[in-house]
T-cell receptor, first 114, second 116 residues
């Protein structure tokens, strides 16, 4: 069965600090990988996605993620965070297992101090 | 265009009552998902509909939970004999499921269910 593990449940950073959120998944086949973000009071929305090609994926608002197949990882990074990045971040894996069920990680709450 | 809509936005019910939660997906999206979001628990997959295929119900926590999708569009999640542990935000999402992946999901605002 697919599973997604996010290592950090709560992260507190100061503005301009660098961010890396870990995500590991378990599934041996071809996967689609996603990071979604939920800003306070808003819907979940897509931050970035990966299916194939360049394993370094760039998303909105300066975020990027790197797919490392050998490590089953898809870590999210941002060189310099802003107060407005305060949100909850979810890693998700979608694989064809007769359908395209998507499994989400438990989420990481990021708080950026101004 | 219109996004995913859910109703009601908030529902307070007494323990033991049945509730129905509704989801209107984006027009043309053949895939529809229900998730449950509890504090500190992330998004828990409940059920997935894709076109006319049999739904994937593997995430439903008990037989008190059921869902249907009529005409390949609107979906209703029903919780019978609600319990306090059912209190959570129930999220619906829809996506395309044809053509080249990946299939981004579009989420609704959720229904906050409180069982007293």
């Amino acid at each position: 069965a697919q599973s997604v593990s996010q290592h950090n449940h709560h992260v507190i950073l100061s503005e301009a600090a660098s961010l890396e959120l870990g995500c590991n998944y378990s599934y041996g086949g071809t996967v689609n990988l996603f990071w979604y973000v939920q800003y306070p009071g808003q819907h979940l929305q897509l931050l970035l996605k990966y299916f194939s090609g360049d394993p370094l994926v760039k998303g909105i608002k300066g975020f990027e993620a790197e797919f490392i197949k050998s490590k089953f990882s898809f870590n999210l990074r941002k060189p310099s965070v802003q107060w407005s990045d305060t949100a909850e971040y979810f890693c998700a894996v979608n694989a064809y297992t007769g359908g395209f069920k998507t499994i989400f990680g438990a989420g990481t709450r990021l708080f950026v101090k101004a | 265009g219109a996004g995913v809509s859910q109703s009601p936005s908030n529902k307070v019910t007494e323990k033991g009552k049945d509730v129905e939660l509704r989801c209107d997906p984006i027009s043309g999206h053949t895939a529809l998902y229900w998730y449950r979001q509890s504090l500190g628990q992330g998004l828990e997959f409940l059920i997935y509909f894709q076109g006319n295929s049999a739904p994937d119900k593997s995430g439903l926590p008990s037989d008190r939970f059921s869902a249907e999708r009529t005409g390949g569009s609107v979906s209703t999640l029903t919780i019978q004999r609600t319990q306090q542990e059912d209190s959570a935000v129930y999220l619906c999402a829809s996506s395309l499921a044809r053509g080249p992946p990946p299939y981004e999901q579009y989420f609704g605002p959720g229904t906050r269910l409180t069982v007293t």
